[in-house]
């Protein structure tokens, strides 16, 4: 305990040393999206830079700071002045800047996209906050505070935020306190059901038993969602905290991370994390000088997205194919090796250090009456501004559309929230607030934190096939309802998409979709119908002009779209012809050319040429005709 | 020399059926996919039959039970890149490799794989060539990529 007092200081110390000391600091945001982004490769060239020129300055990796479309970032601290802001940096442009600014003083403010202010710098009047950028200013930062200003890897940045003082608050409070200050502050969980965490945690306090388990879900399995996985590349000791105080309130021995295998960077940084906690003493026999003892441990999982799903995750674990079982008795009761145990998600777990730091009053001020606090949000799809968010729960869907996103380039036509689960909303459902009630009451959930923007260049019924596809090849096969349902719900979509369906075959889906909901055994096929059974309520028009005119207004599915050639704007080129892998592009140089249509197997790759090389015309193109009625 | 590997993987294993995962995850790093052998060898040193191991590495999607070919490509499948156009990507590749997703070429060159989600879905639409992401993809694109292909 002296110990940890001691380092407590040490790296208060430290962090401000690297904030207000006389050494310059380049950081660079490189989490998984960083990475492929090329954030890597800026790395290597500003450290061969560094060394070239001898220049003296930390390079501190850290994590997303969300705005994804500007990856990478490349921030730069010199002394006395604020945190510079580069975006969507390249190796070349790199090196230029860091020249310019180390042997020129030149700090390239052409280049930059905005400035922290928070650490007491008066800085320039050019740049913006980077707070203030229109994708930040309607976010509350509250789970991600610390993503993209400390190293991942560094427990001392952590700890120097007012790390570990959480479950430290825990211990002088005792358990039952714990429980009492999460239901106060009113957490629900952020898995995306919603159910109230303290409930949860107090059936598993007082259930009988002397072994009882807490598990981090991150299994994370829907398509487009990257949150979790953020969270604990960018700081993963907030979790791996949340994770040891969820174990205190509820009497557990020992902590699991349910991760995915996927996710590489984030399992190492999970692992060092919890090494460093050890080093520490915070894990192991009494934690802290405290009658609590605890372990965790990284648990792997071999991507299922059924293993979302409590008892399927618990079989995993334990070695068994992920298959659900049916409820009562609940994990809370009898989970992992039949003992009482919690499953709580990343973000849900991810909050609890705060509230324990800064009191439940403190946390319900965020959000609104019944949904308190934030939720993070991937968001995706058409928009300007995508990346990973935080907004206060009650915050409308349109001013996350639109004021953080900045909106979708073509026409609005959805959004799907909750991923496979979930559902889409139209455009009038722009205003309703995000709320677990509001958007269940509209026809879809609040999810995990997917978000996709769909504009009018996307087939609703081609989405909902995509949906069902996924969630048929992820079905376990335990119950008929979800393996033999799904699949017929699948070929009728297929052959909706295909233009081979009749208008009665929406009223099959229909009614196919309610049995399959009603009669699943756990989550997945409860909710695998969703998408497929909001967008039938909210664009049923598109349903019925694929059934009854094999029209597809978006031009995607591609049995009912032709490609051809308008003949006013072809120059004849040959780009076309070139490109195309079947040969059905035929026509001379400077003439007309035109596609056979016995032959074009719609690849598309004549579209692309013909709109983005600078030589052709534009000619190229692609829709879909309405079939008459016989 | 196979030997050696298994009793690599397996010295860090304690045998506990609840290992069964992270197991074959480890085997299938080392040799790139689970073998008979492996299923056979893992399921004697959990003590487990080999049915029930199979049956494990099965529902996985994960896990793949043919040797992978020399260059991976993958095509993402998450919802960003299919509404930007993904699907588009993996019916390129396919015609031409002339193979389907899940597969390998005959010759072992190539191996295509769809995932559930690379999680770049900012960048979207992706694919990923030998752990390499390439970003917002055309179908133009990727030829010229794919026709390069002796350099991979």
């Avoid at chain 1, 650490?119 to 930040?136: E, K, Q």
């Avoid at chain 1, 109230?196 to 487009?224: L, M």
């Avoid at chain 1, 953080?404 to 496979?420: C, E, L, N, S």
């Avoid at chain 2, 998450?78 to 930007?84: F, L, N, P, R, S």
């Amino acid at each position: 305990m002296k110990n940890f007092k001691q380092r407590e200081i040490e790296a208060v110390r430290e962090w401000k040393a690297l904030h207000s000391g006389s050494t310059p600091v380049i950081y660079i945001g490189a989490a998984t999206c960083g990475i492929a982004a090329g954030a890597l490769d800026v790395s290597e060239r500003v450290r061969a830079i560094l060394e070239k020129h001898d220049i003296e300055a930390h390079l501190v990796h850290v994590g997303c700071i969300g705005p994804c479309y500007l990856e990478p970032l490349m921030d730069i601290a010199m002394p006395g002045a604020p945190r510079i802001s580069y975006a969507n940096m390249t190796p070349d442009l790199a090196e230029r800047i860091i020249e310019n600014q180390f042997l020129r003083g030149d700090p390239s403010l052409d280049f930059a996209i905005a400035q922290f202010s928070t650490n007491g710098h008066d800085g320039t009047a050019r740049l913006p906050d980077f707070f203030d950028l229109p994708m930040l200013k309607s976010q509350v930062r509250l789970v991600l505070r610390n993503c993209g200003f400390i190293d991942p890897e560094n427990i001392d940045h952590y700890l120097a935020n007012d790390g570990y003082r959480g479950i430290q608050h825990a211990f002088e409070l005792g358990p039952q306190a714990v429980i009492d200050v999460v239901r106060d502050a009113g957490v629900r969980g952020r898995g995306g059901a919603g159910f109230p965490t303290h409930k949860k945690w107090q059936f598993c306090r007082n259930a009988p038993g002397e072994v009882k388990y807490v598990i981090c879900n991150c299994s994370e399995g829907d398509p487009g969602a990257f949150m979790n996985r953020s969270l604990i590349e960018s700081d993963p000791h907030c979790v791996l905290e949340g994770l040891l105080i969820a174990g205190y309130a509820i009497g557990a021995t020992e902590g699991k991370v349910y991760i995915n295998a996927d996710y590489r960077l984030a399992i190492a940084r999970l692992e060092s994390g919890i090494a460093q906690m050890k080093e520490l003493g915070l894990l192991g026999e009494n934690i802290l000088g405290s009658d609590f003892s605890f372990d965790i441990s990284v648990k792997e999982g071999a991507g299922a997205f059924v293993c979302g799903e409590e008892t399927a995750l618990i079989a995993s674990v334990e070695g068994r194919r992920g298959m659900p079982r049916s409820r009562p008795p609940f994990p809370a009761v009898s989970g992992l090796h039949a003992k009482p145990t919690i499953i709580n998600n990343v973000e849900t777990l991810g909050t609890l250090p705060n509230i324990l730091r800064y009191g439940a009053d403190w946390y319900r001020q965020f959000g609104v009456k019944n949904n308190h606090g934030t939720k993070t949000f991937s968001l995706t799809g058409k928009v300007r501004r995508p990346g990973l968010i935080e907004v206060p729960l009650g915050i409308p869907l349109r001013e996350i559309i639109y004021g953080i996103g900045g909106g979708p380039w073509k026409a609005f036509k959805a959004v799907q929230t909750g991923g496979p689960s979930g559902g889409c909303l139209s455009e009038e459902y722009l205003d309703i607030p995000v709320e677990y009630e509001a958007m269940a009451g509209a026809g879809s959930i609040m999810g995990s934190g997917g978000m996709i923007v769909l504009d009018e260049d996307t087939c609703i019924v081609d989405l909902a096939l995509y949906f069902l596809r996924f969630t048929q090849a992820e079905s376990c096969g335990k119950c008929a309802p979800c393996r033999v349902g799904t699949w017929h719900m699948v070929t009728l979509l297929e052959n909706m998409t295909r233009g081979q369906s009749k208008p009665e075959d929406i009223t099959r889906l229909q009614v196919l979709g309610e049995t399959v909901k009603r009669a699943s055994l756990c989550g997945l096929g409860q909710t695998a119908p969703n998408p497929t059974l909001t967008t039938l309520r909210h664009f049923r028009a598109e349903y019925l002009e694929h059934a009854r005119e094999g029209y597809c207004s978006a031009a995607v599915c591609k049995e009912l779209v032709t490609y051809h050639i308008d003949p006013q704007r072809c120059n004849g080129c040959q780009l076309c012809r070139d490109v195309c892998p079947t040969n059905a592009i035929t026509g001379v140089r400077s003439e007309v050319h035109t596609i056979d249509l016995e032959r074009c197997i719609k690849c598309r790759a004549c579209y692309e040429v013909c709109r983005y090389h600078p030589q052709a015309g534009n000619a190229v193109v692609y829709e879909s005709a309405r079939r008459v009625m016989a | 020399m196979s030997e050696d590997i298994y009793q690599d993987v397996f010295s860090s294993f304690r045998g506990e059926e609840g290992e069964l995962i992270s197991i074959l995850l480890r085997v299938q790093e080392r040799i790139g996919y689970i073998s008979e052998e492996a299923v056979m060898r893992i399921s004697r040193f959990l003590r487990l039959s080999e049915n029930q191991v199979y049956g494990v590495a099965s529902f996985f999607s994960r896990f793949r039970f043919d040797a992978p070919g020399k260059t991976s490509i993958k095509v993402c499948m998450g919802t960003a890149c299919h509404v930007h156009g993904g699907s588009l990507l993996a019916d390129a590749v396919g015609w031409d490799l002339g193979i389907t997703y899940g597969q390998a070429t005959p010759d072992r060159r190539f191996d295509f794989q769809r995932a559930n989600c690379l999680g770049c879905c900012t960048l979207a639409p992706v694919v990923e060539i030998n752990e390499q992401i390439q970003s917002r993809v055309l179908v133009t694109k990727l030829k010229e990529t794919m026709n390069r292909r002796e350099e991979f």
